[in-house]
């Protein structure tokens, strides 16, 4: 049999019984509708929350000074914390995987250009903190900061695009000064960051005036800073042996430090986390789709089964005339195949609507992959070949002179 | 050799004590190119005749012999390929897909044969040109007036050429004209070579046909 009579004989039954056809169709097309709207909202997620772990370099392993506790010091007042140069020198030396290890110091502080103060957080960057932050240089007449400011204990500044427009407004930033804390800075560059990250989440990376690190720590005695980094980036080369890394990283801090005054967090392992989650979260969605899609195959089964009731003494009349039980068979296969067909692609179609209005009302990422609509169109020609076997196994196996008496 | 040869052929449905004798053993033979009428009153066996005839159901004892192969043990799909090529049955309430076009009705018989596609409608369209329906090919059966139906269904039990031609009460549902109308295309058939078997409990058509074999509770009493 041709598949242009199959198609041909599908769409005429299915015409005939549009209305009845659209109410059977009606379960697949939610049930696929609800998986894609759903598999779009946690894509969306997934890919937001992964973009989020990736601004802060997957290759990285971030190092934070914190305060200790009092009950952790036992009521004695600490004056310093965190990690230390000595730290930092270890790192740079005694780690074999480690390619950059960037200190980070920062605080706010009230800063003067043109004689007007504005609050604004001071850093002192290590200069490779341009790369490992994916900032760039904003203005090309200027410059970063750089090792030889720190080793000539130059009195310049980057500023960040948007720490700019605070203090200088419209004027042009480039060769005005800045004081702060009785010292002049001359500002050399503008510092943008295309992502608008945050610094370890929190300071915006484009609103901050950087010097370099060395100089900040020679201007401000330890007394007022009370850490020597209160971040420090370290980027590995291998991103295989990252964990080996961080582990060594984790022993030796805490063997060297007696309170917990710092903490560790590698992105990484946040994405690995965070890929986790979205397995079980897939699992539960994919759950969820089963259950809907199991729902509407049995709505695709009970119509299968009330059109060949329907249509019996025409399957006798086939077979009188010489149709093949598996005619008979693939006819009503191909027919259940199509309503679960059309289904899935309504609702992929519904699933898009969903996932737009998601998107534009509840202010949510929504992404629609090609996967998720190919895994639910797949997912729909499944439940027809399922459900639709069953019928068209009855029909097959009507017996002719039975069929023809009704 | 005859065309058909039945051969102590019978039918029982069920088993024991509550058995039904549908079709008591009966042997007999049609001869090629004859006009048949199987008579009798209902629930006589003359369906259950017929359906062993155009091997819609197997026979409980016996042999059918089907120009000289023994088609009474066959399966289920040799049987639905001797259905499709050598039968071609007329139905009393005709049986059409009232879907399709009475053009694609009579190409049904040829796509279950494998007919190439341009073969099969020229076919068609001449089978129903023949029965003067030729300028209705697209007309659905509801179209139709019921002497019209039936022509359509005696072209397409002939779309196969096939070896018989079974009629199950082909004017049960007709008026007297147009059921005449019927028998006289069914006379052509025959005169053009085609055996043509009628089921009937119409004793008016005893007349017309050149052979009669009357059942009577499951016994052939005439032939």
């Not at chain 1, 609702?347 to 609507?353: D, Q, T, W």
């Not at chain 2, 009798?40 to 192969?69: C, F, H, I, V, W």
Request: charged share 20%; with cysteine; aromatic share 6%.
């Amino acid at each position: 049999m041709s598949l242009f009579y199959n198609l041909e004989s599908t769409w005429l039954s299915l015409k005939h019984h549009a209305f009845r056809s659209l109410l059977a169709m009606l379960g697949v097309v939610l049930g696929v509708a609800a998986v894609v709207g759903m598999l779009a909202v946690s894509e969306g997620a997934r890919v937001e929350s992964i973009e989020r772990i990736r601004r802060q370099g997957v290759d990285n392993i971030i190092l934070h000074s914190e305060e200790p506790q009092a009950n952790a010091t036992g009521g004695e007042n600490i004056y310093y914390y965190g990690i230390t140069s000595e730290d930092i020198a270890h790192f740079k030396t005694a780690l074999d995987n480690v390619k950059k290890v960037v200190p980070v110091v920062g605080l706010r502080q009230t800063i003067y250009a043109n004689g007007r103060p504005t609050d604004v957080v001071l850093v002192g960057a290590d200069p490779e903190f341009l790369n490992i932050s994916r900032s760039e240089n904003a203005d090309p007449r200027g410059r970063w900061i750089s090792e030889l400011d720190g080793v000539t204990a130059s009195q310049v500044c980057s500023v960040g695009v948007d720490a700019a427009r605070q203090l200088f407004g419209l004027d042009d930033p480039l060769g005005k000064t800045v004081s702060v804390y009785g010292a002049t800075f001359e500002v050399v560059g503008l510092l943008n960051n295309p992502l608008h990250s945050k610094l370890a989440g929190k300071y915006d990376i484009n609103n901050m005036v950087y010097v370099e690190y060395d100089t900040l720590l020679s201007i401000f005695n330890r007394d007022a800073l009370k850490v020597e980094a209160d971040y420090v980036y370290i980027q590995v080369q291998d991103l295989d042996y990252l964990k080996n890394t961080a582990d060594r990283i984790r022993t030796y801090l805490a063997g060297t430090h007696e309170l917990p005054d710092y903490t560790i967090s590698v992105p990484y392992e946040l994405l690995l986390a965070e890929q986790a989650t979205q397995r079980v979260f897939a699992v539960v969605m994919g759950s969820i789709a089963a259950i809907s899609l199991l729902v509407g195959g049995i709505g695709i089964m009970n119509i299968m089964l009330a059109n060949i009731y329907e249509r019996t003494k025409e399957i006798g009349t086939l077979r009188a005339l010489g149709a093949q039980r598996r005619t008979i068979l693939t006819q009503f296969l191909f027919e259940a195949v199509t309503l679960t067909g059309l289904g899935g692609v309504l609702g992929v179609g519904i699933g898009f609507l969903i996932a737009l209005l998601i998107k534009h009302t509840a202010d949510m990422p929504t992404i629609v992959t090609p996967g998720s609509v190919i895994v639910a169109l797949t997912v729909s020609i499944m439940t027809g070949i399922i459900f639709g076997t069953h019928p068209a196994w009855k029909a097959a196996n009507l017996s002719p002179i039975e069929a023809l008496r009704r | 050799m005859s065309l058909i040869q039945l051969q102590g052929i019978s039918r029982v449905y069920g088993s024991g004590p509550t058995a039904v004798h549908a079709l008591r053993p009966a042997t007999l033979c049609v001869e090629e190119g004859t006009f048949v009428a199987i008579y009798g009153a209902s629930g006589s066996g003359k369906s259950t005749m017929l359906n062993m005839l155009g091997l819609l159901d197997e026979p409980t004892t016996g042999d059918y012999l089907l120009e000289g192969r023994n088609v009474a043990k066959l399966t289920d799909a040799a049987r639905s390929e001797i259905r499709c090529r050598e039968v071609g049955i007329i139905f009393q309430s005709f049986n059409l897909f009232p879907h399709f076009s009475i053009l694609e009705n009579v190409c049904m018989p040829m796509r279950f044969a494998g007919v190439d596609r341009h073969e099969m409608r020229d076919r068609a369209a001449e089978l129903l040109t023949r029965v003067g329906l030729g300028d209705r090919l697209a007309h659905s059966p509801s179209q139709l007036s019921g002497g019209q139906c039936q022509r359509v269904a005696i072209a397409r039990a002939l779309a196969n050429k096939p070896t018989v031609i079974l009629a199950d009460e082909p004017t049960g549902n007709l008026d007297v004209k147009t059921g005449d109308e019927i028998i006289g295309v069914f006379h052509e058939l025959v005169a053009e070579g085609h055996t043509v078997i009628m089921v009937t409990h119409n004793a008016e058509y005893e007349k017309e046909v050149q052979r009669v074999i009357e059942l009577h509770d499951g016994n052939v009493v005439r032939q």
